[in-house]
């Protein structure tokens, strides 16, 4: 990790952020310095079948935060009760914190970052919200 003297900016390397779980995720929230909600990358092999079936209600070790995957590298499948989602590069896909879901890599695995947060903690601005007009330089 590195922060530069003189500006407000972190920049790292995924492959060099602290991992865990024998290397399947990457702790990217600390190693920024992120505050305003969690942050991890997931490198999951190929076809593994060890991501849990999980969800972040009220009585998860997590609880009630929703979660956003984009995927940066290869496919998977996202299970989400009925749907079978198909996640790769270039999509991004929400998931509430009730929801069970599960991740299931393709044959070339995935690279994913996943985000975090508990709804109602984020105030977005007026100009965010669909069909507003963009701000405007004053």
Known sequence: MSKTATTDVTVAMID????IHGGI???????????AWGMQVL???????GYPLHNHDATAFDP??????????GSATLAAGDERI????????RVGPEQHR?????????????????????????????????????
């Open 43 to 49: 490198t999951l092999p190929p076809e593994w079948d």
């Open 16 to 19: 060099e952020m602290d991992p």
């Open 86 to 93: 198909e996640l790769v590069p270039g999509m991004m896909a």
């Open 64 to 73: 009630n935060q929703e979660e956003v995957y984009i995927p940066l590298s």
């Open 25 to 35: 995720a990457r702790r990217a929230r600390a190693e920024l310095g992120v505050t």
């Open 102 to 138: 599960q991740i299931v890599p393709g044959p070339q695995g995935i690279r994913l970052l996943a985000l975090g947060g508990r709804p109602g903690t984020f105030a977005p601005p007026s100009w965010t919200e669909l069909g507003a007009p963009p701000p405007m330089p004053e």
